[in-house]
């Protein structure tokens, strides 16, 4: 079962070691676990909904605390402590494109808001309803709409309604021989059609490609029509609507159907790992760079810095395998403020074989030292684990959330630096000790992403913590901005980065922004203050 | 010194051989060369300008001709015969940003159209003024803003002034250890900001990637101020509004400067091409098909239909080497009905060995025998001669024309023939043959770009070979939109096709599309008439 205030499965759960437990206690101080809200108590204080009474419409009381919000850190926090500001007054599953239009057109008629929602992973605030809204919110739950519809073999060219979540798509796929090879941390939950509105990447993006990469084309339902995207394998024929529709957040319309890239699964069923560690944060990111700029086709790279290959080494509480790794590692030259580097290879035999040696020539330039696949194997089998930790760590009185964006080469360093820098000074007013750390996961021949994560003491109420978490969220963010990356690489913009936006769009580039939406939207009832702050 | 009324350099000429000629006449009849206009008898009959007094602005007939037409087929008719429908009122040579503000300004005063000009080269009608046009037009040639800006070394990221042509720009780039490797047929004329207000795809788009790939920011200068597009690797912030800038055809603004993801040049000097002889169209699509959905990371294909094939080898003249190829592939079994295959490698040393022996075995396995690298090297370095052949044709008395489209694999095979068919059909009621023949030669996992040739012959007069060529674009373009191709893989929109953008943009993208131009030239003055028809 679902977990209704965390994340993931509640049979599922992530031991922190008691090795780990003192680290952190070390860093920050002990931790005070809150006492959360049961689901009872919270949904007795769900205000009552305004009527919205259609055969496709649920109203009941669980299903709108299911739909009232996300994965934010924001989030958590109204979950965790039943406060929560605002909910949909009824959750629709529509099994049809013509369900989709009846529920667009009956919104309208009953001015309500529209929020699509796929698999409710957001970890910036895209599903949430907006609070103080006077109009009825009817959250579109889009999971029934899972299905694939069409195949294409010749083209490895799929099909799918957008509602199908991450597991889905791949067990369909892999049971005709193929792949999309788009994993996301939030893989489990996540949906196609959620992927495509916030421009998802994935994990193995280094070889798949972004999602941006691997959606062909669809069927966007907007109020004012539908919008079909040909899925043509490329086009010279004016701007390129499909990237109209890729970050559209809900803001434009509902898709329906989406049309993806896939590749055949003969040597893509798993992704070998290789984990190596780096010398230094310098050698470390020169090597990813040389790597990714001599066109090597990897599938993933993963790269730590020497505070995030510590904490990790600690949380993952392998005591042996560790112990083993440190002594070969320490044999071998490399001491403290060493590196983990994970690369990732699939595909054709050969090709791995070529770029496996040629990537791991380059790191050895670096003085990089490989221990082999266990650890990579460990790290792979694990990998949807890991947001687990955040129900451990929230237990054990420990908030975390991660930022994120992706700059240019020349510009990583002094990024990851002043991201770093902001987090740890964002709690001093607060008397509070922050443990940051980064790892860049997404790499471009002219950049990569930036991904850092924070820990933190969670305070006595949810007051309080929320506004540690809004320090340091600010405090981030400006950092990004000034810095000149993009207010995200990955998480997409939701309601947290919509301040944010017109930094990087520019005056001229928001009103484009609020034209498009317009048109597609002209009474403005999707998925208010998404993307788009007003 | 560049000719005025036909393709390139006038010391540059191709030599038809004999033999070729005797084909050609056997297929059409012979041919019938037009009298040429001469440039005095043009001029004289240019109408007199509007006066646009601006020290930016020349006036002279002499650069009102040489910026009245592109290098399509109706602009041919119209050089060539010297009756030019429309001319422009003054041609501007900005040297800056700030030149092209003034210029901008200096037409919504005066009331006039302004046209940005890269290389002349559009085949689509890009740069031609509009005919009735009551308003002044003004003709920005941006070949004065060509300078490298910035080279962000660490980043593979170069900034160029935006009407930098490609010899100038692979020049400076080389000379600092770094290549584009955007190689399109008008590689010598054309400019990187053409290339990107059009969707430009270059030869070795396989490896390198189409210039969307290429294009990562810029400054687009609209009349209703600056769209700044940066750099970022990539971003998860809301719609890519640089695919809106690309593509834009000069709707929207000028283009000042842009910047571009280039590689490191050792390994990238020039592209090793092995040439193949496939048994049959069907399997050597096969090979191709899988070749590019094996993940191989070539740098260029390029497969001739059996009719191609033929001609080419005709055309080419080699007698020697062309009856030693015959003998050599008879020898092998592979008789009647042979397709010429290219395969382009360039890159890192291992990587280029793997690939090179994978795809060979790919192509053996569909009976393809390779004929080694003296073919392929004579292609490679002729390769921009091609389009000289235009002129030689005409002054025999032959028209040739190129549609393009792209399509998915499993239309592929039929878009061929219905474009092949639609332009042998399109003569028939003139009671003229025509000679169509058909290559692919950009190559993406779910499908390629479709690319036919048409030789026909030239009528007595400039009205009635206009007639003929206007039968066999409606022709072409009727099939293409009729199979679900897109109607531009690599030529853009113009006026030539803006009448079949709707039929794959859709009404509401279409309204999308006008609803972004209205942002950003309130006024209608940029490039009228062309992408959108009204």
Same mark, same amino acid.
């Given at each position: 079962m679902r977990r209704w205030n965390g994340w993931?499965?509640? =049979?599922v759960s992530y031991h922190v070691p008691e090795r780990a437990v003192r680290f952190l206690v070390e860093l920050m101080g002990p931790g005070t676990p809150p006492r959360d809200a049961t689901a009872g108590e919270t949904l007795a204080s769900a205000p009552p909904a305004h009527p919205l009474e259609h055969a496709l419409v649920k109203g009941d009381a669980v299903e709108r605390l299911r739909h009232? #919000?996300?994965?934010?850190f924001p989030d958590w926090v109204a979950l965790r402590s039943g406060r929560i500001p605002a909910y949909p007054d009824g959750v629709a599953y529509p099994t049809s494109e013509a369900d989709v239009v009846e529920l667009i057109r009956f919104a309208q008629t009953r001015g309500a808001q529209l929020i699509p929602y796929g698999?409710?992973?957001?970890? =910036? !605030?895209?599903i949430n309803p907006q609070p103080q809204g006077a109009r009825p919110v009817l959250t579109v739950d889009m999971?029934?709409?899972? #299905?694939? +519809? #069409? +195949?294409?073999d010749a083209s490895h060219l799929a099909t799918f309604g957008?509602?199908? =979540?991450g597991p889905d798509l791949e067990a369909q796929l892999r049971a005709r021989? /193929?792949? +999309?090879?788009h994993f996301p941390q939030?893989?489990? /939950?996540?949906?196609l059609g959620g992927w495509i509105a916030t421009r998802s990447s994935g994990q193995e993006s280094l070889g798949a490609g972004r999602i941006e990469d691997l959606f062909a084309g669809g069927r966007l339902i907007a109020p004012a029509g539908a919008l079909e995207l040909p899925p043509f $394998?490329?086009?010279?024929? !004016? $701007?390129? +609507?499909r990237h109209l529709a890729l970050g559209s957040e809900g803001r434009m319309g509902i898709l329906t159907e989406a049309t993806v890239r896939v590749a055949a699964l003969a040597g893509r069923e798993r992704l070998a790992v290789s984990a190596l560690f780096l010398p230094d944060w310098k050698s470390a990111q020169t090597a990813v760079r040389q790597i990714v700029q001599a066109g090597l086709p990897l599938s993933l790279m993963r790269l730590s810095t020497p505070v995030e290959t510590e904490t990790t080494l600690v949380l993952a509480g392998h005591e042996r395998l560790i112990g083993a790794l440190q002594r070969l590692i320490s044999l071998r030259g490399?001491?403290? !403020?060493k590196c983990l580097l994970m690369l990732g290879f699939n595909g054709q035999d050969e090709l791995v074989r070529t770029t496996r040696g040629e990537a791991l020539e380059i790191a050895g330039q670096q003085g990089g030292v490989n221990v082999g696949r266990t650890f990579g194997s460990q790290w792979y089998k694990n990998r949807?684990?890991? $947001?687990y930790l955040r129900n451990a760590l929230w237990e054990l009185g420990y908030g975390v959330d991660t930022v994120e964006t992706a700059t240019t080469w020349s510009n990583t360093s002094a990024m990851v630096e002043a991201i770093e820098n902001a987090l740890h000074q964002a709690l001093v007013p607060f008397g509070e000790q922050v443990h940051a750390f980064t790892h860049l996961s997404h790499f471009y021949p002219s950049g990569c992403s930036v991904y850092t994560t924070v820990l933190f003491r969670l305070a006595d109420g949810p007051g309080e913590t929320l506004a540690r978490w809004q320090a340091l969220k600010d405090a981030a963010s400006q950092a990004i901005v000034a810095g000149h990356g993009t207010i995200s690489h990955q998480h997409g913009? !939701?309601?947290?980065h919509a301040a944010y936006l017109p930094a990087e769009k520019g005056e001229l580039g928001m009103a484009l922004l609020h034209d498009v939406c317009r048109r597609m939207d002209p009474e403005g009832i999707m998925n208010p203050g998404k993307l788009l702050a007003a």
């Open positions: 993931g499965d509640d =049979a009232a #919000r996300g994965q934010s698999g409710g992973t957001s970890v =910036a !605030g895209h999971s029934r709409m899972n #299905r694939l +519809l #069409r +195949l294409d957008a509602g199908i =979540a021989g /193929y792949t +999309l090879g939030s893989f489990e /939950y996540s949906t $394998p490329a086009s010279a024929a !004016g $701007p390129d +609507l490399v001491r403290d !403020g949807f684990r890991t $947001p913009v !939701g309601s947290d």
